[in-house]
Nanobody, 119 residues
């Protein structure tokens, strides 16, 4: 198992910035890829950004505004999402995800952190 704990959500005005963090522990050496997802009220959970090795990919709606990055330490992996030029439509619960095992067979999720963009 990989345990994931998100932090950094909050209330921000349109045009503002936030940085989300996700701390991964446990079976981190078998992590295949990681990503950020979000779910707005009444909508399905969607991929925001993902990282695998040095490769990244982003939802079209966040390209040029959000940046995903990852730092590895001896016992912990940190996943970040830098969010700039935030819009009201970015309001959602943001979840950290890690796929691990052979070719990412297994998947774990964090508990989510609320991001609200409003004036």
């Amino acid at each position: 198992q990989v345990q994931l704990v998100e932090s950094g959500g909050g209330l921000v005005q349109p045009g503002g910035s936030l940085r989300l963090s996700c701390e991964a522990s446990g079976n981190i050496f078998s992590i295949y890829d990681m990503g950020w997802y979000r779910q707005a009220p009444g909508k399905q959970r969607e991929l925001v950004a993902a990282i695998s090795g040095i490769s990244t990919n982003y939802a079209d709606s966040v390209k040029g505004r959000f940046t995903i990055s990852r730092d590895n330490t001896k016992n912990t992996v940190y996943l970040y999402l830098q969010m700039n030029s935030l819009k009201p439509e970015d309001t959602a619960v943001y979840y950290c995800n890690a796929n691990w095992g052979f070719r990412g067979t297994y998947s774990n999720w964090g508990q989510g952190t609320q991001v609200t963009v409003s004036s």
